[in-house]
C-alpha cells in the first residue's frame, strides 16, 4: 500500500511539474516569440553598409564620439558593444603606435546570412570582411594592408528616426591583447622602422602551395572567390572549440604536400595532432617536420620573428597551454612577418595583431619542407 501511495503522489508531482513547464514555456514564448527569416533587400545592406562606414571612419579618426553615435546606450547590451569598440579602437591606435605605422583607409564588405524583424528593428547575422590599409611612418608612398574576418549577430532599433546597434556578438580578433604590453614601444617601434623585408621570390614550391592554399580559404577574410567559406572538403570545428589547427595541417598537406601519418591525419575527423593546437604543435617538434626558432614572450621572440619564412608558423600559448596556430603567408613592407588563419578568419595580418599582451607566449616554428 506506501509503494502504491507514494507511486501515485510521484505520478501527480510530475504531472504538475510538467505543467509548470508548459506553462511557463508558454510564457516565454509569448514573451520572446520565434523570429522567421525575411527576405535579404537593398535596404538591410545599405544599414549595415552605412554603420560600418561610420565605425571605419571613427577609427581612422579616432572619434569616439562617432562611434557613440551609433549605439543605443540606454539598454546593457548596446552599451557593452559600444564600450567593446571604444577599448578596441584604444588598442589598435596603440599598435599602430608601437608598429610605427599608420592606417590609411578601412574598408569592410559584408555577407548577410539572414535578417529576421524584431519589434522595433532587425537581427542581423552576417560576415564581415575588413580590409585595413596601412603605411610606415618613414614609407609614406609603400602601401600594405590586411584582411579580418569576422562573423556577426547584431540587433539594430529605430528609434527617434535612427537605426541604433542595442546588440552586438561576435568573435573579436583583438580580445586576446586589449591590454597591450606597451613598455617597450619606443624600441619596438625603432628596430621595425629601421628593418628591410627579405628576399622570398626564391621560396620553395611546396611553400608557395601552402600560401596558395592559405589565401584561398582563409573563409571570411578571403577576397570572396571562394564565398568567402572554408574548403567543404574539411569539417569546420568552429562550433565546437575552433578550427585554426584544422586549417594550418589543411595547408600543409593540401598545398604543403606533406604525407598524412597514423598520428597526423584527416579521416572524416582529424586527429589530435590534426586539430589540437598542443597536439599539432608537440607533433611538428618531436616528428622532425618541424624546428623552433623562438619561444617566449614579444619582446623574448619580437626580433627572431623577422627569420620568419611564408610557410612557417606560430603557435600562441595563453595559460600554459597552445591555444591558437596561424601559418606564415608574407612579410610587409618592412618584412614584419604575416599570417592566415581560422577562428577570427585573417589574410596576411601581422603575426602578433591581437595576441601581444603579457599574459601571451609565442612558438615561433620552422618547418621542414
Known amino acids: 500500500m506506501f509503494v502504491f501511495v507514494t507511486f501515485k503522489r510521484s505520478v501527480l508531482l510530475s504531472i504538475i511539474l510538467i505543467t509548470i513547464i508548459l506553462a511557463f514555456s508558454q510564457v516565454a514564448y509569448n514573451i520572446s516569440p520565434v523570429l522567421s527569416s525575411i527576405s535579404v533587400n537593398e535596404e538591410h545592406m545599405t544599414l549595415l553598409e552605412d554603420i560600418f562606414k561610420i565605425r571605419n571612419r571613427a577609427f581612422l579618426d ?8 551609433l549605439y543605443n546606450k540606454k539598454t546593457k547590451l548596446g552599451t557593452w558593444a559600444y564600450e567593446h569598440q571604444a577599448i578596441k579602437m584604444e588598442y589598435l ?5 608601437k608598429q610605427g605605422i599608420e592606417f590609411t583607409d578601412i574598408k569592410t564588405k559584408i555577407k548577410i546570412r539572414y535578417v529576421k524583424e524584431r519589434d522595433c528593428g532587425y537581427l542581423f547575422n552576417f560576415l564581415a570582411s575588413t580590409e585595413y590599409h596601412y603605411n610606415y611612418v618613414n614609407q609614406p608612398g609603400t602601401k600594405n594592408f590586411f584582411r579580418i574576418g569576422t562573423y556577426h549577430s547584431l540587433n539594430v532599433d529605430s528609434l527617434g528616426g535612427k537605426w541604433l546597434i542595442s546588440k552586438e556578438w561576435y568573435t573579436d580578433p583583438f580580445a586576446d591583447s586589449l591590454d597591450l604590453d606597451n613598455e617597450k614601444k619606443d624600441e619596438y617601434k625603432k628596430y621595425i622602422l629601421d628593418s628591410k623585408p627579405k628576399s622570398i621570390e626564391n621560396t620553395n614550391k611546396r611553400r608557395k602551395g601552402v600560401i596558395g592554399y592559405a589565401d584561398l580559404y582563409c573563409g571570411a577574410a578571403s577576397d570572396g572567390s571562394q564565398g568567402f567559406s572554408y574548403n567543404k572538403k574539411y569539417k569546420d570545428y568552429n562550433p565546437i572549440g575552433g578550427d585554426c589547427t584544422n586549417f594550418v595541417s589543411q595547408t600543409l598537406f593540401e598545398g604543403g ?12 575527423d582529424g586527429s ?16 622532425g617536420r618541424g624546428s623552433l626558432i623562438a619561444k617566449g614572450s614579444y ?6 620573428s623577422f627569420k620568419l619564412l611564408p610557410g612557417d608558423y606560430i603557435a600562441y600559448e595563453r595559460k600554459g597551454k597552445i591555444a591558437h596556430i ?15 588563419s581560422h577562428n577570427t578568419d585573417r589574410y596576411r595580418v601581422p603575426w602578433d595583431l591581437g595576441w601581444n599582451n603579457k599574459g601571451i607566449k609565442f612558438w615561433l616554428v620552422r618547418v621542414n619542407y
Request: net charge positive; charged share 20%.
Open 257 to 268: 604536400k606533406f604525407r598524412q601519418t597514423g598520428e597526423w591525419r584527416y579521416e572524416k
Open 62 to 69: 579616432d572619434n569616439l564620439d562617432m562611434i557613440a553615435s
Open 299 to 304: 619582446s623574448q621572440v619580437f626580433k627572431a
Open 272 to 287: 589530435r595532432a590534426w586539430v589540437s593546437a598542443q597536439g599539432f604543435n608537440s607533433f611538428m617538434l618531436y616528428s
Open 326 to 340: 596561424s601559418v606564415v603567408t608574407g612579410e610587409d613592407s618592412k618584412g614584419y612577418a604575416l599570417v592566415n
Open 93 to 97: 591606435h596603440s599598435w599602430a603606435n
